[in-house]
């Protein structure tokens, strides 16, 4: 019954949650996408369940967050030397945004 309730209200918060969405400055001024436009979409979208509607809107969501949730414990939890993993998991995480936000401005985007 409880998670009736709980389902219920995680369901109502995510509808809402366009309503709190942040404008991007730089495309307030210069009418451009920048290269995290979408992340705030996307990221509702996978919320949702959603994982196609979310990589199509900005497909480095799933990368970006796991590098994060890799990079950051992994930097202050452990005592190894880590600065391998976090260049390989930034390198990787910033060309897929590039390689996207060039797509994007080359092809456009359908939504």
């Known amino acids: 019954m409880l998670s009736t309730y ?3 209200a995680w369901s109502f918060l995510l509808d809402q949650a366009d ?6 400055p730089f495309k307030v001024l210069t009418g451009f ?6 992340f705030q979409r996307s ?8 994982f196609q509607e979310s990589f199509q809107l ?3 969501t799933v990368p970006l967050l796991l590098t ?4 950051l414990p992994a930097k202050y939890f452990t005592k190894r030397d880590v600065s391998l993993l976090i260049k390989i998991a930034f390198l990787i995480t910033g060309a897929l945004i590039l390689i996207s936000y060039v797509y994007k401005m080359i092809y456009g985007h359908h939504h």
């Open 43 to 50: 990221f509702l979208a996978l919320l949702k369940g959603d």
């Open 6 to 8: 709980i389902l219920s």
């Open 33 to 38: 996408d920048c290269p995290g436009c979408g």
């Open 68 to 71: 994060f949730i890799i990079v």
């Open 19 to 24: 309503n709190f969405f942040l404008p991007c």
């Open 58 to 60: 900005y497909p480095a």
